[in-house]
């Protein structure tokens, strides 16, 4: 039976893994548009408390209190609701063309939202309180 640390490496290794093959399929030129979502949505406590705690160190890092939008590129929309304390919310868009929201009603909430290449649509809303999760759209 595995123990908890090595059930979590395993998970994070699957994770970089399909980032990795992700990354390498978007690489390819493609004919047509389209757009990939990888979502994580933690559903045991422990899981939950890491993720958050990811997001709210790269929060720090980037100088990030409650919630930013950042946007890189032309066309975006992007809107940041939060309904509670405690919360974090970070949309960060690279491209043209997307489109972005987080709601939060709840407190210590976590979540990200990023968004690279053109034309990708994204909404989240958070209900309840300590939940977290994070998006990661590809588009082109």
């Not at 998970?11 to 047509?32: D, E």
């Not at 709210?56 to 980037?62: F, P, S, T």
């Not at 929309?77 to 690279?94: M, P, S, T, W, Y």
Request: charged share 15%; aromatic share 6%; hydrophobic share 35%.
């Amino acid at each position: 039976a595995l123990n908890t640390v090595e059930r979590r490496t395993e998970m994070m290794i699957r994770t970089l893994v399909s980032v990795a093959l992700c990354t390498c399929l978007l690489a390819a030129p493609a004919s047509a548009g389209g757009s990939l979502s990888l979502s994580f949505h933690p559903t045991s406590p422990q899981d939950t408390r890491l993720l958050q705690t990811g997001i709210r160190l790269y929060a720090l890092a980037e100088g990030i209190r409650d919630g930013r939008i950042t946007q890189k590129g032309y066309g975006n929309k992007a809107g940041l609701a939060q309904n509670g304390r405690g919360n974090v919310g970070i949309v960060h868009q690279e491209g043209r063309g997307h489109d972005g929201t987080i709601q939060q009603n709840g407190n210590g909430n976590a979540y990200s939202l990023f968004q690279f290449g053109k034309k990708t649509s994204g909404h989240i809303v958070q209900n309840g309180s300590n939940r977290s999760g994070a998006t990661f759209q590809f588009g082109w």
